[in-house]
């Protein structure tokens, strides 16, 4: 019997770190422009009035959009994320998907990149529709930017 309750155990512990480790990714981005595009990417996302508009000093962007409650398994909040840096006529910044806790998941926080793969392949086209959207803002097209997968934000 402690055996049978050990391996349960375990396998119980196995989920969790499966569940807190499988969507935990985000999008990087980095791309050469001509001048500074924060301030008319955060002319359109206001216009928008999708989008929550946060300045952290003069050449950092963060842009939010909070998606309601789309399913049971997805209890609490959902909110689509861009942070944009500017320097030296680069500009670099992340896309990620956050769930502040999914029963799928154990109630796990968790994010998620725009990227290829499997894990969100329902939230994925619309998160890469917000993404274009920025970028087009910015003046870039998707073919101008390097994007790179990895680890939380």
Not at 129 to 145: F, T, Y
Request: hydrophobic share 45%; charged share 20%; aromatic share 12%.
């Amino acid at each position: 019997m402690a055996a049978r309750v050990r391996s349960v155990g375990m396998a119980l512990i196995l989920l969790v770190v499966a569940a807190a480790m499988s969507g935990c990714t985000v999008t990087r981005f980095r791309a050469d422009v001509q001048g500074n595009p924060l301030a008319t990417v955060a002319e359109h996302a206001s216009e928008e009035d999708q989008y929550a508009v946060e300045w952290e000093g003069e050449d950092t962007l963060k842009l939010r959009d909070t998606w309601p409650v789309h399913s049971v398994f997805t209890l609490g909040w959902t909110t689509f994320n861009a942070e944009l840096h500017y320097a030296d006529a680069e500009l670099t910044g992340s896309f990620y998907w956050w769930n502040s806790s999914l029963l799928g998941c154990l109630f796990i926080p968790m994010y998620l990149d725009t990227g290829p793969g499997f894990a969100g392949a329902a939230l994925k086209p619309y998160m890469r529709r917000q993404r274009k959207e920025i970028l087009g803002w910015a003046g870039l097209q998707e073919s101008d930017v390097e994007f790179t997968h990895g680890s939380s934000p």
